[in-house]
């Protein structure tokens, strides 16, 4: 699978990339994420990508022209394996379903807005979606690009292990969180006089599956009641 990023701001994306197992996955081969700076795109010689909004109002809003143009010319021959992507606060919310649904194209593009905004014709006649990460504003799309990276490349054949092809091919989406995770201990059993649960150290392997169900089901409905919501129905 190939990532492409078009953004303003390309040294945003040394490091994010070049550690762990996303970084492993490129370094074999099964990936490649490529950065272009949006001003190359440009014509001009000041290399303008951004311009005021018509109407009035505060800040720059992106151009279209290099937007249309960085994205026509990395993929000259779009086809029904490409996916272009506009990030944006207005997007539809990205979540682990829609991570396994673009894990599923050969090519990803993604668009990196900033300013106040991007002009709506990328969304309407170039991008095939638009996507936002979350309810909170962020100063511009490279990391929610970055975040949507992450969540896709772990998904991709033979990135994490090949565990994972089995489960893609089912219809729901495999990783969804049904009910958070059971909390973890590991040594030593009392720090601080804190105590690990004596269970998880007894050996009964019976009794830890039970603990671990119901601390699951006591930790989400503390910090996530509507997912138990959602069980429901
Ligand atoms: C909704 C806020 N806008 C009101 C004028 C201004 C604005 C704020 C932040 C416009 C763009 C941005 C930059 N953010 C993104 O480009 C972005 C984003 C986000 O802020 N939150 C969650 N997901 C995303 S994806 C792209």
Wanted: glycine share 8%; with cysteine; charged share 30%.
């Amino acid at each position: 699978m190939v990532f492409h990023v078009i953004t303003i701001f390309p040294e945003f994306f040394r490091g994010p990339f070049d550690y762990g197992v996303v970084a492993r996955a490129a370094q074999a081969g099964k990936l490649r994420i490529e950065i272009h700076n949006l001003r190359d795109w440009t014509g001009d010689r000041h290399k303008t990508v951004d311009d005021r909004p018509f109407g009035g109002g505060e800040g720059m809003v992106l151009k279209p022209e290099p937007i249309f143009h960085a994205v026509e010319s990395i993929l000259p021959d779009r086809n029904e394996q490409d996916r272009v992507i506009l990030l944006s606060p207005q997007g539809r919310l990205f979540d682990q379903r829609e991570a396994v649904r673009l894990s599923r194209y050969r090519r990803l593009v993604l668009i990196c807005g900033r300013y106040e905004g991007v002009d709506e014709r990328v969304a309407e006649h170039l991008a095939d979606e638009e996507l936002s990460i979350g309810d909170y504003v962020l100063s511009g799309g490279e990391l929610a690009a970055a975040v949507v990276i992450d969540a896709v490349a772990r998904l991709v054949e033979g990135v994490l292990g090949n565990e994972q092809s089995a489960l893609r091919e089912s219809f729901q989406d495999p990783e969804a969180p049904a009910l958070l995770d059971y909390p973890q201990y590991t040594r030593p059993a009392e720090f601080r006089g804190w105590k690990a649960p004596e269970v998880l150290l007894s050996g009964n392997h019976e009794e830890i599956r039970r603990w671990r169900r119901q601390a699951a089901l006591a930790k989400t409905a503390r910090m996530r009641p509507e997912l138990l919501e959602k069980l429901r129905n």
